[in-house]
């Protein structure tokens, strides 16, 4: 270093100048040393205070992890008790396709999917009562039926004898099997035939016979009208697939009776079919029997 006075270059240590012995003050040393304390100052009070405000950052943080974890658990907890409830919904309610109905009792199905069948649990259709099993069970035996048999029967409604307590098959035109069915063709010894004018007009010509034994008041039946394959048609002046026909008596018996007169309208009438006939007595009482008997043109 240079003595401040004169400017002589003087030992660093020296604490007098060598050549004008004027003493030297370490002024710019002391400046550097207060200068370095005070940093040091300045980096501990930074120290401390970067390490006071983590310290008082910390627990806050920790705080707000422990709220978060807290709420989502109790949205766990709540999303688990939906799908508990959901899903035990879900196991009440019918199996079948597309319903919201409850199960009946024992059965994955609801009562209106359930098989009618006693004892049976599985499905069946909306439209039937019962399973597959079962639906041909409780199935018409008549060839090319589906409606359900009649109790106590093997045939349905449509096709069981209306003799009360009897279930045998009808007979083709008549409400009755053969063993209850009135063979009104024999009461009468009738026959019929017909024939279709230029108009349409078709025109029946009945003749019958009394072989009942009684004198009759009146002879009733209904004509049926039919094209030439079979199928039922309308007469165009009722829109009715039958017309009927009454043949006015009294007629003693083992006289004869006759009926000719248009009884309706159709061009495409080929056949006509007679099921059943009704006699009124001039006694009073009546009866109704088979005839089963058609005629083509």
């Known amino acids: 270093?240079?003595?401040?006075?004169?400017?002589?270059?003087?030992?660093?240590?020296?604490?007098?100048?060598?050549?004008?012995?004027?003493?030297?003050?370490?002024?710019?040393n002391t400046i550097q040393e207060e200068n370095i304390v005070t940093e040091e100052k300045d980096v501990?009070?930074?120290n401390d205070t970067s390490s006071s405000n983590n310290k008082s950052e910390t627990p806050t943080q920790s705080m707000d992890k422990k709220t978060i974890y807290g709420i989502f658990g109790i949205v766990a907890v709540i999303l688990?008790?939906?799908i508990a409830v959901a899903v035990s919904e879900s196991a009440k309610k019918c199996e079948f396709s597309n319903c919201d109905n409850l199960k009946q009792e024992g059965s994955k199905y609801c009562s209106e999917h359930t098989c009618k069948e006693e004892g049976c649990n599985l499905s069946k259709s909306k439209r039937d009562k019962y399973c597959y099993s079962h639906q041909k069970d409780h199935t018409c035996t008549y060839s090319g039926c589906d409606n359900y048999k009649v109790d106590g029967g093997e045939y349905c409604y449509d096709h069981t004898c209306a003799e009360s307590g009897c279930y045998n098959q009808k007979g083709y035109g008549s409400d009755y099997c053969t063993d209850h069915q009135v063979d009104m063709r024999k009461k009468l010894g009738s026959e019929f035939s017909f024939s279709v004018n230029s108009a349409g007009g078709i025109k029946l010509d009945f003749r019958a016979k009394n072989n009942s034994g009684k004198e009759i008041k009146y002879?009733?039946?209904?004509?049926?009208?039919?094209n030439a394959v079979g199928d039922k048609i309308q007469d165009e002046i009722t829109d009715k697939y039958s017309v009927s026909v009454e043949v006015v008596g009294p007629i003693a018996s083992g006289k004869s009776a006759k009926f000719n007169d248009i009884i309706g309208y159709n061009d495409n009438c080929a056949r006509i079919d007679i099921k059943e006939v009704t006699i009124i007595y001039t006694d009073g009482t009546s009866q109704t029997g088979h005839y089963g008997w058609y005629t083509e043109k």
């Open 1 to 28: 270093m240079f003595c401040r006075k004169c400017g002589n270059e003087i030992p660093d240590d020296s604490v007098f100048c060598l050549k004008c012995g004027t003493k030297v003050e370490i002024i710019e």
């Open 44 to 46: 501990n009070i930074d």
């Open 80 to 82: 688990v008790i939906i």
């Open 219 to 226: 002879i009733r039946f209904d004509v049926e009208l039919r």
